[in-house]
């Protein structure tokens, strides 16, 4: 649940950055005074993701439109329309990336010690309202091919940091070789996000620690 | 996530079911052919929630009014916002009725073979179309007080199943005094929830399996 960026995210440290034609066919209302389309293009970005962000801690996602968000951005509805095709697609981007940004993926060379900064940043992502909300705003859309495919990118991007803990693991043989990486990650968070999308139960410090221990046991054996 | 029946029901064998006031106003419609209030009433809440579910193995929920429910239970609009209040509060209790009816309470006599039970039932309650629309509606609209409320009442009502069974194999002692059945149910369905809800990943027969001795390893050290 950490650290992914799904989908091409421009370096704002790469001056060369090729722009795609349809890129600054789609910025055109800023196009005129950019010099460095790279640049230029990274900036929108890095803007309307900004002004999303701070829209998505005000207020229920239901009430945001594409509209306010290119407003509080200070770019044009179509901008946003064309980069990200809907409210859903710029609201997931903005939200992975917070999560990369605050999230590096652990690498304390003990799985515990993985899982468990793992588990501690699942817990408080999934704890934030604004991702309450863009998870409750994805299920409610769920059905439209488009969401579904970007839930799928979003959790394959996230399982794949699970993945490199368990690989990782399994070369210092602390876990069978035979684990289905998918399938520790499972066990690790699904009883977090029950209780934040289901039950409403609290989830403590001392839960995420059994979330923990029960992994660990599951499939370590220890 | 079985046998649930939230809120009051009225018992159709009872003919001297006493009907207040404002439910008799509620039905007016239907007012001057009833000679039985009790019967009648009953018979207008089967209508209505046979209805609902129909609607709801047809279509999206989003797309489903008030309206419609009641032109397809041939019972007024009032009939339906005074029993139920709102949308959600008819689909809700609608599901929960079909849940109780298809899924009696495990009572084999053992804790593997109640959670079994449990564990299938649950997988093919949220593998259902209806079931699955209704949880995306309900967590679309979570925030809303009477939406959170009917929701805690929901889960605090399978919950007491669950308590149920693990209360029994206490008694037999299968699993210690010191559990807390709402941490076994957790433990066996999160799993499964988080498939559907979240990840996306397929809830085989071999996965209910694994969810059910998973939650024997951890809780009752078998």
Redesign the interface.
């Known amino acids: 649940m950490v650290s992914i960026n799904a989908g091409p995210q421009p370096d704002p440290t790469a001056r060369n950055t090729e722009v795609p034609t349809s890129e600054l066919a789609a910025s055109g209302e800023q196009r005129s005074t950019s010099k460095r389309p790279g640049g230029r293009s990274a900036r929108v970005q890095e803007q309307v993701l900004t002004a999303t962000l701070a829209l998505l801690t005000e207020r229920?996602i239901?009430t945001i439109s594409v509209a306010d968000i290119a407003a509080r951005a200070n770019v044009a509805e179509t901008t946003v329309y064309r980069r990200w095709g809907s409210r859903t697609g710029v609201v997931s981007e903005a939200v992975m990336k917070m999560t990369a940004a605050n999230n590096p993926p652990p690498r304390t060379g003990s799985l515990a010690e993985d899982l468990m900064t793992l588990a501690k940043q699942v817990a408080m992502l999934i704890g934030r309202p604004e991702v309450?909300r863009l998870?409750?705003?994805v299920?409610?859309l769920?059905?439209d091919p488009e969401i579904?495919e970007a839930?799928?990118a979003f959790?394959a991007a996230r399982?794949a940091i699970a993945r490199d803990i368990v690989e990782q693991a399994q070369q210092r043989n602390e876990i069978g070789t035979d684990i289905d990486s998918?399938d520790v990650i499972?066990?690790l968070?699904?009883?977090m996000?029950?209780?934040v999308?289901?039950?409403?139960?609290e989830v403590t410090e001392e839960f995420v620690e059994r979330c923990v221990r029960?992994t660990l046991?599951?499939f370590a054996g220890k």
Chains 1, 2 share one sequence.
């Open positions: 229920e239901d309450r998870l409750r705003a299920y409610a769920s059905g579904d839930r799928t959790y399982f998918d499972e066990s968070v699904a009883p996000y029950f209780r999308l289901v039950s409403g139960r029960d046991l599951l």
